[in-house]
């Protein structure tokens, strides 16, 4: 995520580090596919498929992704009409009788970085459409693996995707740890797809987020207090601020100012305890910084 944040802003006083990452053709690499029994919803098996395309994670621009339903694993798996019979065998481990699916999927299209240890993560994008169909789901997501425990998960931070707009998913330093496997990416979830309702299953299209257009340095800013249980003040050196816009980390919106001076103040009286990511634009270029509200 390419976010930079007012929290971290204080961190990167203190000697603290962070990375900002985004949606990038050369990062996002790998897939894997997790599938679930839909009787109980329990863990069936997972597997790596890094055939992005067919898993449905395909990327229109080196810097945009677009996510959808997997179609290939009905194609490989389940018998086709043929007269009043089958012409194949269908698969048990996919489906309970000729096209009655019996798994749901997690369908992960991601980037494994293991140097990003040791330095708070954030990584971000802009949905910039979402027809997916609401029997699927699709999230960003931060996690650790354990090679040492059998490559159990540690850490799993999630952000639901937008239907536009905006989005953050963060890790701190202390979850990203010197051993673990670091990844980023996307997953949808749901039924394994019949290819006869492509594409009226839809598609999910990010883009990378783009933090600043020139000069709109750390330097620039201070903020205090932060956290805060009531006001946020955002002061820069010599830009004016044209405008702050907040969002929860869902990528909801939840205040909009224009002040147009050199100083903000930012109403959180009202806001609920919890992590806030203000979009701040100046004369000279935008950033994205986070608030903490106590």
């Not at 694993?73 to 481990?93: K, L, Q, Y």
């Not at 971000?124 to 090679?147: C, H, M, Q, R």
């Amino acid at each position: 995520m390419k976010k930079i944040t007012f929290i971290l802003l204080c961190i990167t006083f203190l000697g603290y580090s962070q990375n900002n990452v985004s949606v990038d053709e050369s990062n996002i690499t790998r897939g894997y596919i997790n599938a679930f029994n839909i009787s109980d919803g329990t863990f069936a098996f997972g597997f790596d498929y890094n055939d992005l395309p067919t898993l449905k994670a395909t990327f229109p621009t080196s810097t945009s992704i677009s996510l959808a339903p997997n179609f290939q694993i009905w194609d490989n798996n389940d018998a086709t009409p043929c007269g009043e019979s089958f012409c194949s065998m269908w698969n048990p481990d996919w489906f309970s009788s000729p096209m009655v699916p019996n798994k749901d999927v997690e369908l992960n299209a991601f980037a494994e970085d293991n140097s990003l240890a040791g330095s708070d993560l954030n990584f971000s994008g802009t949905v910039t459409a979402n027809t997916l169909d609401a029997g699927y789901s699709a999230i960003a997501f931060i996690k650790t693996l354990d090679p040492n425990n059998g490559f159990a998960t540690v850490t799993n931070n999630t952000v639901v995707l937008p239907a536009s707009g905006d989005f953050t998913v963060s890790a701190s330093a202390a979850e990203l740890q010197s051993g673990f496997i670091i990844q980023y990416g996307y997953s949808v979830f749901g039924v394994i797809a019949d290819p006869a309702q492509e594409p009226a299953l839809g598609t999910i299209d990010i883009d990378q987020l783009v933090l600043s257009t020139n000069s709109f340095d750390l330097e620039d800013f201070t903020v205090s207090p932060n956290p805060t249980n009531n006001v946020w003040n955002v002061r820069t050196n010599n830009q004016n601020i044209t405008s702050v816009a907040v969002f929860d980390l869902l990528g909801k919106e939840v205040i909009r100012i224009e002040p147009n001076a050199t100083e903000a103040n930012i109403d959180a009286s009202g806001f609920a305890d919890g992590i806030y990511l203000a979009k701040i634009a100046s004369n000279n270029g935008t950033k994205t910084i986070k608030l903490v509200k106590e």
